[in-house]
C-alpha cells in the first residue's frame, strides 16, 4: 500500500527544476483535504458549518458557511507553508499576494475553488475542492502581478481535486498521467488507490441540468435528444446522471466514461463555471486521463484568460462523446 507522501517523494525526480516546492505545496493540500474532510463528516452535528453564511460572493451568489471555511482553511495552509508566492479563490474579488521574504521568492501561485458544490453539504451529497498551479511569469523576488494568474490551461504544472463523498479522495495529474488516492482515517494517510486512471473512449452516462433545457442553445438541445434516443450499436439511450457537484459529476464519468456538460444559456449566455478555478483544472486532468475539455468549439485549455472570474460553457469526459457534442453545436450552434 502506498501512501501520498511516498508517491509524491518518487515522483520529486521528474521535475528536477521544482526542488521540493511542488511536492510541498501538494503536502499542504493533502493536509487541507484531511480538515475539511473532518469537519464535513460532522456537518450534521453542527451549526457552524451548515447553511447559508448570509453573505454573497463576488459573482453575486451566496455563500455557504462551509465555502467560507474551506477558502480560509486552503488559504492558511499555504501561508503557513510559503510555497506559494499567490492564491486565488472562487470566494474572494482579488488574488492574495503573499508578501514576505519567502513569498516574494516563490515560484508556484494557486488558484482554488474551495467547495464545489457546496449547497449540497446540508443534505449530505457529495462535494469537492479543486486546485489549480502555475509557475508564476513575473520575476522572482517582486510580489505576483494579475499576469501570473490569467495564464491558459496549458500552463498549469498541476492541477486536481478532492471528492468528499463515501470516501475521501485526493486526484491529482502534474502533467504525467492521473492518479488517485483514497483516505483511510484509521491510519491518518491517503493511499493509492487508483493508479494511471483512463477515462474510457465512449460511455452510457450524460451529465447535465436538464431543468434548464429550454434555455439552452439548439446544439446541446439536439445533442440530448441524440443521447435519449434508442440506438443498439451505439448503446443509447443514454443514462441521465447529474449530482449538481461539478468534482462529483467529473469524478464518476472519468472512471465509467461519459460527458458532462454546463453549456451557456439565456440566463448565463457566457456559460456559469469559471475558467481559472473549475475549467482548467478540471480540462488538465481530462487530457490527462484521454479525455476531452471544450467551450463547445474550442479545447478549453487554449483560451486566454481576459480576467479572474472569467465563465465559460463545459463540455467535458469521454473523448467521442465530446467529439459528438461538438459536431451537434457546429451543426446547430
Request: aromatic letters at 10%.
Amino acid at each position: 500500500m502506498k501512501t501520498l507522501g511516498q508517491f509524491i517523494i518518487e515522483k520529486q525526480a521528474e521535475y528536477p527544476n521544482a526542488k521540493g516546492e511542488l511536492s510541498g505545496i501538494l503536502s499542504s493540500i493533502r493536509l487541507v483535504a484531511k480538515v475539511i474532510h473532518r469537519d464535513i463528516n460532522k456537518a450534521g452535528l453542527t451549526n457552524n458549518i451548515i447553511g447559508n453564511s448570509g453573505v454573497e460572493n463576488v459573482q453575486g451568489e451566496a455563500q455557504m458557511k462551509l465555502d467560507l471555511f474551506a477558502h480560509n482553511t486552503m488559504k492558511q495552509a499555504l501561508i503557513a507553508r510559503e510555497e506559494v508566492a499567490g492564491f486565488a479563490s472562487e470566494e474572494e474579488e482579488n488574488f492574495v499576494a503573499f508578501d514576505t521574504e519567502r513569498g516574494r521568492n516563490a515560484k508556484y501561485v494557486i488558484l482554488t475553488d474551495p467547495l464545489d458544490g457546496s449547497s449540497n453539504i446540508d443534505v449530505n451529497v457529495a462535494v469537492g475542492t479543486i486546485f489549480s498551479i502555475y509557475r508564476r511569469i513575473s520575476p522572482i523576488g517582486t510580489p505576483v502581478t494579475l499576469e501570473d494568474f490569467l495564464q491558459p490551461g496549458n500552463r498549469q504544472v498541476a492541477a486536481g481535486y478532492i471528492v468528499y463523498g463515501s470516501s475521501t479522495m485526493l486526484v491529482y495529474t502534474t502533467g504525467n498521467g492521473v492518479n488517485g488516492f483514497t483516505y483511510d482515517p484509521s491510519l491518518g494517510v491517503f493511499c493509492l488507490s487508483h493508479e494511471n486512471i483512463q477515462i474510457p473512449h465512449s460511455g452510457k452516462i450524460y451529465s447535465i441540468n436538464e431543468g434548464q433545457y429550454l434555455k439552452f442553445p439548439l446544439g446541446v438541445k439536439k445533442y440530448i435528444k441524440y443521447c435519449q434516443e434508442e440506438d443498439k450499436t451505439t448503446g443509447r439511450p443514454y443514462t441521465s446522471r447529474y449530482i449538481g457537484s461539478l468534482v462529483s459529476d467529473f469524478h464518476r464519468n472519468m472512471l465509467k466514461g461519459g460527458i458532462y456538460i454546463y453549456p451557456s444559456a439565456t440566463t448565463y449566455p457566457k456559460g456559469k463555471l469559471r475558467l481559472l478555478y473549475e475549467g482548467n483544472p478540471m480540462a488538465f486532468l481530462a487530457e490527462q486521463a484521454g479525455g476531452i475539455a471544450s467551450d463547445g468549439y474550442h479545447r478549453i485549455l487554449d483560451i486566454q484568460p481576459a480576467e479572474l472570474h472569467q465563465r465559460i460553457p463545459l463540455f467535458i469526459g469521454s473523448k467521442d462523446m465530446v467529439e459528438k457534442a461538438q459536431d451537434f453545436m457546429r451543426e446547430f450552434g
